[in-house]
């Protein structure tokens, strides 16, 4: 089993859609959580973090569930420029590296 | 707000030549990290570093691979013959204290070996 898995989409939403996504991990000693966007060709771009309660930042909310091994990014009234990949992030405990997810790729249509 | 920032933005070199690619992490950062990324593949997890020494390596950071510090400032990936499948964006990340904050990257250095 990969360590972080997201669907790769892509997910094709109208305008002022609202779209969530889902990340598992597969280590339960998994610690810290975010989320990033990715402009084609470009770095990652600090979305989020996540944490235990879920948090709200605009448009955006994220939610973590380590019972069932997974955050979920929630996107409401997409824009435009909402078009990107998302790339789910965690960390665990004993290790010094961040690993990322595939990404989900988000295609927001006029 | 402060930066990561990453030279050369686009490296061409030939197989077997020596590439030395060179960050600059954010400024009260304590650790960093390079990762890479193959077109159209996922961010790759390459080395990190703390303290002037490497905290963990993955499969890829080989004999080929080495980071230095060689000052209060830079942080700088070399790879010493490189090779085709080298080809990659290479990106450089600081974090501020540990692993509950996030990664900073820089703009990456896309590297293309013929």
């Known amino acids: 089993r990969k360590e972080v898995e997201q669907d790769p989409g892509p997910f094709n939403v109208p305008e002022g859609a609202t779209v969530a996504f889902n990340c598992t991990y597969s280590?339960?000693?998994?610690?810290?959580f975010f989320w990033y966007r990715q402009d084609c060709r470009k770095e990652p771009k600090l979305l989020m973090s996540v944490y235990s309660s879920g948090n709200e930042d605009g448009r955006f909310t994220a939610q973590l569930n380590r019972a069932s091994q997974y955050i979920s990014l929630l996107i409401r009234d997409s824009k435009l420029s909402d078009s990107a990949t998302y790339l789910c992030v965690v960390t665990t405990s004993g290790t010094y590296k961040y690993i990322f997810g595939t990404g989900t790729r988000l295609k927001v249509l006029a | 707000e402060p930066e990561v920032t990453q030279t050369p933005s686009h490296q061409v070199t030939q197989m077997g030549q020596e590439v030395i690619l060179r960050c600059v992490p954010i400024?009260?950062?304590?650790?960093f990290y390079w990762y890479r990324q193959i077109l159209g593949q996922k961010v790759e997890f390459l080395v990190s570093?703390?303290?002037?020494?490497?905290?963990?390596k993955s499969e890829i950071f080989d004999d080929q691979f080495s980071v230095e510090r060689p000052d209060g400032s830079n942080f700088t990936l070399k790879i010493r013959s490189t090779k085709l499948e080298d080809s990659a964006m290479y990106f450089c990340?600081?974090?501020?204290?540990?692993?509950?904050?996030?990664?900073?990257f820089g703009n990456g250095t896309r590297l293309t070996v013929t």
């Open positions: 400024s009260n950062h304590l650790y």
């Open positions: 570093f703390y303290n002037n020494e490497i905290s963990e």
């Open positions: 990340a600081s974090s501020e204290a540990g692993f509950y904050s996030p990664l900073h």
């Open positions: 280590n339960s000693a998994s610690q810290s």
